[in-house]
């Protein structure tokens, strides 16, 4: 697959910028980027000294600052505050729909970014333990109803080398699995 397959598919799916008026903002980027023609994802798994979310599998981002232009500056900056990646405002290519978090009162903008190559990580490990460089499309073929957190609602979780995604990250990676899935790609 290559990345103008994936953007043809993505695109007509995404939007721009939402006003987003419910709990404490936040930002993410969900950064895909290639390898030998497969697409992958970024993903962190947040430090266990954290307040909010520790532990836990997630999209680089963080919380809205009043110094923000606006929820993309938010993502770019905790980005690279967190593993030291700069994204540039041209390799974001749309949003998708925003999600509220399960255990705490964050709603979240995932902003998709398209990139051609990921070099030179820096991970804080005053906030991140580890990132998680996984093929999209194997990570996506894993979903399967999250018994565990069923008292939410309807809610799913992927999994991948032992990893469990759940909750807002998971339900950001349904709504991508639900665009390809839509189109045949899995």
Known sequence: MESSQLLEVLRPCLTKEQELEEGVLAAVLVIIHFHDGRPYILLTKRSGKLKNHAGEVSCPGGTHSASDKDLM?????????????????????????????????????PFIAIVDKIENLRPDSKE??????????????????????ASFGVVYKFEYKGRIVWGATARILKQIYDILHQCGMI
Not at 79 to 106: A, M
Not at 128 to 144: A, G, W
């Open 128 to 149: 991140i333990d580890e990132v998680i460089d996984t093929p999209l499309l194997d990570l996506l073929k894993t979903i399967q109803p999250d018994t565990e957190h």
């Open 73 to 109: 500056q938010t993502a770019i900056r905790e980005t690279r505050e967190e593993i030291g990646l700069k994204i540039s405002k041209d390799d974001i290519i749309g949003t998708l729909r925003g999600v509220h978090t399960l255990t705490s009162n964050f709603t979240i903008l």
